[in-house]
């Protein structure tokens, strides 16, 4: 047995899969506790999402001379369409009274204010949430809300401001983490159900899952606490979908081989340990694929995005390592029985053979060119949805699914108020030009009032109201608007933040991440292709199908979004995760497939090798496909819109690249190319079958 058969039987020796076992075991009894503080470590304020550059960044740093740089605004707007009455306005002073005993509000609270046309009263509460985070900003939001609401007696109430969308987005997320692995769990208990037809063996991969998700948030735990890894609810929230989307479809694989390899070995040890060496390079390649993937997103420059690569890394790497060691000495420990009622027999013969996959091939055989024609052609006609795309930043009025108070009392401000009130745009400067850069900014078309300027510490605080939502596209040109107004004052060293400030630098930070970050995944994707692969063809042909499936996919996912859902627009950061995700997993399967076909290809041709690696690996290939598509379909569940897209975007995309681009595009591509896929290794000079010769009704074994 040579050096690398040894090292893949490690895990299923006979002595060896008892130590493995005990590894876990002792491994999750040390890092489950600590699963449990992911959320404690999760961290969804502005500051930690936006690059360090951004001027909106060095604005919060600088405001903590003047405030509690995690005071976050509630603004509680009183309307009654008929007019404000005296009871009215007596109520909400006394309501201001009451709001400054409520824990986690600190700071004066402002108001009552008078609308001009006389129909509503606003009152700003200034909420200091601490380490609470969402969670304390929507408790003390709850607070507000119930004694603002209390004896109104017909005047309606609302919460909104930044407090109040903070706490609507909590509620949304609210448990996040539980409704995500419970429905992840059951779509992959399905369709593990649905693949193997069996009653037990699905219990295997979705134990290993669960520890390697388990382990894995315990990880990135400890990289959130010790090494200043930024983890928000979006990046804890995916780290539960890839571990068990990703960590299911290389349990597939193994599982597929395995029982593969019990048909031609009565002893199931060495069954298991030949699985291993076969089918081990594919799944570490396709893991590597996809960490190395996402560890390119540390080249982003917003820290969400930045945090999100080592979160998803770490996830893939222990779900690999959870599906190489743990998941085989659980299957030998188990024996043949697990795969009941169809159990591998001894000798008997490959069902993929002559299944449905094995049709695919011999149909995309007859006429090889003309299928990727037509196949390149419809998606590149999929692909012009694109220009529906509108991936520039959602309004809060269209981030929800559904209408929350928050929303509600947005528009009840723009009715009665300028719309900017809550969510100021702020100037700080050197004081010594606090008055020029006061005017400079008052001059500023879009602003509607600005303070007097604040003086503290050799600097000037100023905050403007805007004329627009603070989420318009309106307000975020009005910011540019001050900021070439008040860096035009000598001397001032003014900088410009705010909401809306912190809305256009992430903007404009997802928009330079997605230029950066595409095209260094697709040199990284193809280096580990060209190294798997032996070859400088096939890597640049496959990297062509996913990056055409992925264009696919967005174009049809923006038509569905305009046309069908009814979505304002997208995210700026949705087409970079979305590529991240559908490109580092996408090109997974073309691995396990080309993998298994150069194997073929050895023996028998390249031609011959297509559509035996077709028939060998089509079904685990497509059960892996609908179980990832099925774990990020879960993310549309929420409701939020920004997770709904990516969810349905991958989702589809996955499966648009497992059935289409993977059976049909590169089969056709490497029955086209034949031999001249792999140059220039030496399978490049090997001889093809003819074309006739491969649509043979007989089957060779699928034998490695």
């Not at 951004?54 to 369409?81: G, M, N, Q, W």
């Not at 999929?382 to 929800?400: T, V």
Request: charged share 15%.
């Amino acid at each position: 047995m040579n050096k690398a058969r040894r090292i893949a039987a490690l895990p299923c020796g006979r002595r060896t899969k008892w130590v493995v076992i005990v590894f876990w075991i002792m491994l999750l009894a040390a890092l489950g506790p600590l699963a449990g503080k992911l959320n404690d470590a999760e961290k969804n304020d502005a500051s930690t999402w936006l690059p360090g550059n951004a001027e909106s960044t060095k604005v919060l740093d600088l405001a903590k001379t003047f405030e509690s740089s995690d005071t976050v605004p509630a603004v509680v707007v009183y309307e009654r369409p008929s007019g404000i009455t005296q009871a009215d306005r007596a109520k909400a002073a006394g309501d201001v009274r009451a709001f400054t005993g409520v824990h986690g509000v600190s700071g004066q609270v402002l108001g009552p204010v008078p609308a001009r046309d006389g129909k509503a009263l606003q009152v700003i509460v200034p909420i200091v949430p601490g380490d609470g985070g969402w969670a304390t900003i929507g408790q003390v939001v709850d607070d507000v809300r119930k004694i603002a609401r209390s004896g109104a007696a017909g005047l309606e109430v609302h919460v909104t401001g930044p407090a109040g969308i903070a706490a609507d987005s909590g509620e949304a997320f609210k448990g996040i983490d539980g409704t995500l692995l419970y429905s992840t769990v059951a779509v992959v208990v399905v369709i593990l159900l649905l693949t193997y037809r069996s009653p037990t063996l699905w219990l295997l991969p979705v134990l290993s899952a669960g520890v390697a998700l388990s382990s894995a948030q315990a990880v990135v735990y400890l990289l959130a606490k010790y090494a200043g890894l930024t983890v928000n609810a979006q990046s804890a929230g995916i780290l539960t979908v890839l571990v068990f989307g990703a960590g299911t479809d290389y349990a597939l694989l193994l599982v597929a081989r395995y029982r593969e390899e019990l048909r031609r070995h009565e002893d199931r040890h060495e069954a298991m340990a030949i699985a291993l060496h076969r089918a081990g390079p594919a799944i570490i390649a396709s893991a590597a694929t996809v960490a190395v993937g996402m560890l390119c997103l540390l080249a982003a420059e917003m820290n969400s995005t930045k945090g999100l690569g080592p979160v998803s890394a770490s996830g893939i790497v222990v779900g690999l390592l959870a599906m190489i060691t743990l998941l085989p000495a659980l299957l030998v420990i188990v024996g043949r029985w697990v795969f009941w009622p169809v159990r591998p027999k001894y000798g008997s013969p490959e069902p993929a053979e002559r299944g449905l996959w094995a049709r695919v091939g011999r149909g995309v055989a007859r006429r090889p060119r003309a299928v990727w024609l037509v196949t390149a052609v419809v998606l590149g006609a999929m692909s012009l949805g694109l220009a529906d795309l509108k991936a520039e930043g959602l309004a809060n009025k269209d981030s929800f699914i559904g209408k929350p108070d928050s929303v509600v009392g947005e528009e009840v401000l723009a009715r009665h108020f300028p719309a900017g009130v809550g969510q100021p745009v702020v100037v700080i400067a050197k004081a010594s030009a606090a008055e020029q850069v006061r005017d400079a900014f008052a001059r500023t078309p879009g602003i509607a009032a600005v303070t007097p300027p604040v003086v503290k510490g050799g600097y000037a605080y100023l905050q403007g109201t805007l004329d627009d939502a603070p989420d318009s596209k309106a307000a975020k040109a009005t910011v540019d608007r001050v900021r070439a107004a008040v860096h035009r004052v000598p001397g001032a060293d003014a900088v410009v933040g705010g909401g809306t400030a912190i809305n256009l630098d992430a903007q404009r930070a997802a928009r330079h991440d997605s230029n950066l970050i595409i095209p260094l995944v697709l040199v990284v994707v193809f280096v580990i292709l060209a190294l798997l692969l032996r070859a400088l063809v096939a890597p640049l042909v496959l990297i062509a199908t996913v990056v055409l499936s992925f264009t696919a996919a967005l174009g049809f996912s923006a038509l569905v979004f305009d046309h069908l859902f009814g979505f304002a627009g997208a995210d700026a950061s949705f087409p970079l995760f979305v590529f991240v995700f559908l490109v580092a997993l996408g090109i997974d399967y073309n691995i396990f497939l080309m993998t298994r076909v150069r194997e073929e290809a050895e023996r028998l041709g390249s031609r011959r090798g297509a559509l035996v690696g077709l028939a060998a690996t089509g079904n685990v290939i497509t059960s892996a496909g609908v179980v990832l598509a099925g774990t990020f379909a879960v993310l549309a569940t929420l409701p939020v819109v920004a997770f709904a897209e990516i969810g349905f975007a991958v989702a589809f995309g996955v499966l648009l690249d497992t059935i289409i681009v993977r059976s049909v595009l590169v089969t056709a591509l490497n029955l086209d190319l034949g031999r001249w896929m792999w140059w220039p290794s030496r399978l490049c000079g090997k001889r093809d079958l003819p074309v006739a010769d491969d649509l043979q009704p007989k089957e060779p074994a699928l034998v490695s």
